[in-house]
């Protein structure tokens, strides 16, 4: 297995964002649309970067090349769902099977886990990307739900499934 490095995205890494997120065999499996250019990357990345945000936004290097990127971000503003945070990873074709994905896993799971109070992370995944399913349920998340024609996908309408990991090991206060 190849060594990855997995690091903290800066706004310097907008091209790599175009790049993996654009490629045409990685934007299917995700909500991105095609033709993603690095100019959408430079306006986006400031806000998602901005100090204080809850949201962590990650890269991993393969060689010293970004190959993927991964992120946790609040899917509300609510109070109630504050212990919650939406899951997301895109590796290159090129990067897959060579750990690049369970190093983000690693790392986001970590962060979630023993930094940011989270106690549910939640995620969907196409229901034929195998590849994606086989690595969340290597970290522990489950199927809680099927959403049929979630997204137009190439023309046509394709399935999600809903999964979610909770926190394997609560905090607790310590013994008095």
């Keep these: 297995m190849s060594s990855v490095t997995v690091r903290r ?24 649309l095609p033709f993603n250019d690095a100019e959408v990357w430079r306006q986006r990345l400031p806000e998602l970067l901005a100090p204080g945000k809850p949201d962590l936004l990650l890269v991993a290097e393969l060689h010293g090349e970004v190959v993927g990127n991964g992120g946790l971000h609040l899917p509300s503003q609510q109070l109630r769902r504050r212990h919650a945070m939406n899951l997301g990873i895109a590796v290159l074709p090129h990067a897959q099977g060579q750990g690049v994905g369970s190093a983000l896993m690693q790392a986001l799971c970590g ?3 023993g930094w940011a109070q989270v106690l549910r992370i939640e995620l969907s995944v196409f229901t034929d990307n195998e590849r994606a399913l086989a690595l969340y349920r290597k970290f522990g998340f489950v199927q809680e739900g099927l959403h049929r024609a979630y997204a137009l996908r190439g023309g046509e309408y394709a399935d999600v499934y809903s999964m979610a990991r909770l926190h394997p090991r609560p905090p607790r206060l310590p013994a008095a």
């Design 111 to 113: 962060y979630a886990d």
């Design 9 to 32: 995205a800066t706004v310097n890494d907008a091209a790599a964002f175009a790049r993996v997120m654009g490629h045409p065999d990685v934007y299917p499996q995700l909500l991105q």
